[in-house]
């Protein structure tokens, strides 16, 4: 995107770090990162081999596809000649793999790409390969399988299918919960075309056959857009009569890592009762409880009763959104008194709504003033200080149920004393222009040579804890090394700087990355989720992203690109006694030129982040900064800080590129030019040739004509290449974020006087 010449002076900033930028023509906004867009198709059935077509942007000399299981493989096809098929591979599923979500990359000469969603599934699975875009061409779909499709802008795909009186079909069209941009519409109609049931917002529907014969499936997007991103996984099947639809799996949303506690059973110990949808039929329970219960019908409330006493603190817990559903569940507590002729007399105790985000997010949810996720959420989770012996009457509603009316808007409500906990979830620290254009990228961890990328690190803090969580990540790629910026006390927020070295092979790993602490004296160890949004979008003006948990933490090295600079201490480890100044010298290894004379950085890291920003002079081979820890008034310890600003850098994508290019344009310039010489030199002796040698001659000439011309079409090609790889070495001026390799900083108690 481009950037008016009045804007250049505005600043870059960054969430939660907001850092000014040389004056620029950004035209983009971070360094290009491999991205694997779509899967076609976008799944199948245990057991089976099949071939997948992938697309993406920066796959680059594109190599192996990998899973997030090993019980599904990828290899390159290759064609009848032996030669290997660009963007397919045959995919096998072993029979063991259970069925859900996996992660699917490539890796290529930038590391491994950002993954898309890969389903495994029970049913035979179909795949699109004719136009099904009228009731005349509608695809047969047997009961009991699964297509996959993708629907075209302005256009709805039908299918068409057999049913029977009295059977109990589920119709589930899986979109966004597989990473598509697909809001579909689901309608089930007759034979012609008529519409029976219409499914707007679920993708999913119910339905019980009325008689036998063909009936149809219509799906299209909700406002009719299209396009490669817009695929679906489309199931049919039969489900017997009264159980609860089990739809096809979905990604979890980033707020779902806080759920569920650690130790909690997979379901809830009691039900809801019905009818207890007043005061007067409220249901009696007795603390402590962990209850199942549904926001069914629409502007259903749900009236439970308690005894408990004066002093008691309980811990109440909702979890219904974390679910992924489209709820937001609200509880009021009142102390209820009855009097001799059974009246009650109410007193309002507590009210209780949203888990608010433990970080500043954006305020719009489109990444314009802080990241695009957010860890909060509308389920609830307080406490209750009882404050008068007696009963206690708790309401629970889904505060805008009154649209809804779906008996799977189900809840789960837990009271309990408090058990302290904490989870986690991390993301690659976000970066966003002040002038208007606000990006939401997939930021895959594939690190240049001499990179460190920033991982923000959230906590959720359960009731009550307040400990310090340090930060950990194992498991990684030789020439890697990660350092955690702990979580302190009472906080929600650190860091995790994740370091190749310059000359770090290529390489990729799973990483382990979990966070520690003590609670009641003992140590704890928590998984820390990562969260990516599903779509890389430059500017979020015209699309809201979307984020999700990835099921695993791929760390990887090019081994082949470097990054723009590298930023060091002369030092590792410094010492410092409190209230003194430190000045720590900087050495920059500069790999690419910049735009401005200097960066303007920022001290991230517990017991420094208040240290006054500083000017890195880009274009000089080093610089210092120094620290008061007498403004600063970090106490004695050990610390891991960094430093971290946003610059334009002038970048050049594959430089090595054209040199190469250029070598085999002038061989093969030179082979075409001897293809000539000869060409003449036969064509001269065939003229004098004698007779009995003219055909003989002639066909001499034909031959080296033909591998002449076959030489000149490829130094046509090669041409294009150069001219295409030289649009690529082309310098560009691309925003993003620069940090410092982490710093660690011994604080001293000072001398008592």
């Known amino acids: 995107m481009a950037i008016s010449m009045r804007l250049f002076t505005l600043l870059l900033s960054f969430a939660l770090v907001f850092v000014a930028v040389p004056a620029a023509l950004a035209q983009s906004v971070g360094l290009p990162s491999p991205r694997l867009l779509t899967t076609t198709p976008m799944g199948g059935k245990a057991g089976t081999q099949f071939e997948v077509v992938v697309t993406g942007e920066h796959l680059d000399d594109a190599e192996d596809l990998i899973f997030s299981d090993c019980r599904i493989t990828a290899s390159r096809k290759v064609d009848a000649s032996g030669v290997l098929t660009p963007d397919r591979y045959m995919v096998t599923i072993a029979p063991d793999c259970p069925v859900g979500l996996y992660e699917s990359r490539i890796m290529t000469r930038l590391g491994v790409s950002s993954s898309r969603i890969f389903t495994v599934g029970k049913f035979p699975e179909f795949v699109q390969s004719k136009s099904n875009k009228t009731l005349e061409s509608a695809i047969e779909l047997p009961v009991g399988s699964v297509f996959n499709g993708t629907i075209s802008e302005r256009s709805v795909d039908y299918f068409k299918f057999i049913g029977k ?27 012609a075309g008529r519409d029976l049931l219409v499914e707007r917002l679920g993708g999913v529907l119910d339905y019980s056959v009325p008689k036998d014969g063909m009936y149809v499936i219509k799906i299209h997007e909700l406002t009719f857009k299209g396009g490669p991103a817009f695929y679906y996984r489309l199931g049919l099947w039969e489900q017997a009569a009264g159980t609860r639809i089990i739809r096809q799996p979905s990604t979890k949303t980033v707020n779902s890592y806080s759920w569920p506690p650690i130790g909690l059973s997979e379901h809830a110990a009691s039900k809801e009762i019905e009818p207890n949808n007043d005061g007067k039929r409220a249901q009696k ?24 006493k004066k002093g008691e603190q309980w811990w109440i817990e909702v979890v219904s959104e974390r679910l992924g559903l489209q709820t937001d569940p609200t509880i009021f507590i009142q102390h209820v008194v009855r009097d001799s002729k059974g009246a009650d007399k109410i007193t309002d105790v507590l009210e209780l709504t949203d888990i608010i985000s433990p970080v500043k997010v954006s305020s719009n949810g489109y990444a314009y003033d802080g990241p695009p996720y957010n860890p909060g959420s509308s389920d609830i989770l307080g406490k209750l200080v009882v404050k008068e012996d007696g009963t206690h009457r708790l309401q629970i509603t889904d505060l805008f149920g009154g649209t809804r009316n779906d008996p799977n808007n189900i809840y789960r409500l837990i009271i309990r004393r408090d058990a302290p906990d904490f989870a986690l979830v991390s993301w690659a620290m976000h970066m ?20 460190t990328m920033a991982l923000e690190v959230v906590a959720f803090r359960r009731d009550g804890f307040d400990g310090e969580i340090e930060i950990t990540m194992e498991g990684l790629p030789k020439g890697v090394k990660a350092h955690g910026l702990k979580i302190p006390v009472g906080q929600s927020r650190g860091m995790m700087l994740v370091t190749a070295d310059q000359d770090a092979p290529r ?105 006054p920003r500083f000017d890195l002079p880009i274009k000089a081979d080093t610089s210092q900064v120094t620290l008061d820890l007498a403004v600063l008034k970090t106490p004695p310890g050990e610390y891991t800080i960094s430093f971290v600003g946003g610059a334009v850098v002038k970048y050049s994508h594959k430089p090595d590129e054209v040199a190469l290019v250029e070598a085999k344009t002038k061989k093969m310039m030179l082979e075409v030019k001897d293809l000539e010489a000869e060409a003449k030199k036969i064509a001269t002796e065939a003229q004098v040739a004698p007779a009995a040698k003219k055909d003989q001659m002639v066909k001499a000439v034909a031959m080296v004509t033909a591998k002449m011309k076959a030489a000149t079409d ?33 604080v001293k108690p000072g001398v008592k006087k």
């Open 432 to 451: 966003e222009l002040r002038n208007g254009d606000r990006n939401a990228l997939s930021k895959p961890i594939s690190l240049r040579g001499g990179a």
């Open 714 to 746: 490829a130094l046509n090609v090669t041409k294009g290449q150069l001219e295409k790889a030289a649009v690529t070495a082309k310098p560009k001026d691309i925003a993003d974020i620069i940090v410092s390799e982490p710093i660690t900083i011994r």
């Open 165 to 191: 009186k009295g059977q109990r079909l589920v119709v589930d069209c899986a979109s966004n919960g597989i990473d598509s941009k697909l809001n579909a519409t689901v309608i089930i109609a007759d034979a």
């Open 507 to 611: 390489g990729y790993t799973n990483a382990k990355f979990f966070g520690q602490s003590k609670i009641d004296g003992n140590s704890v160890v928590r998984p820390c989720w990562l969260a990516s949004v599903a779509w890389p979008i430059p500017d979020s003006w015209g699309e809201i992203p979307s984020p999700r948990l990835l099921a695993d933490v791929p760390v990887a090295v090019s081994g082949i690109d470097f990054a723009p600079i590298t930023i060091t201490a002369k030092a590792p480890i410094y010492e410092v006694t409190a209230g003194e100044k430190l000045v720590i010298p900087l050495v920059h290894k500069r790999r690419s030129e910049f735009s401005g004379d200097k960066i303007q950085m920022k001290v991230i890291g517990a017991g420094f982040e208040n240290a």
């Open 285 to 308: 329970i007795t603390l402590p409880c962990d209850i199942g219960g549904s926001f069914y019908p629409a502007s259903d409330v749900d009236f439970f009763e308690f005894d408990a």
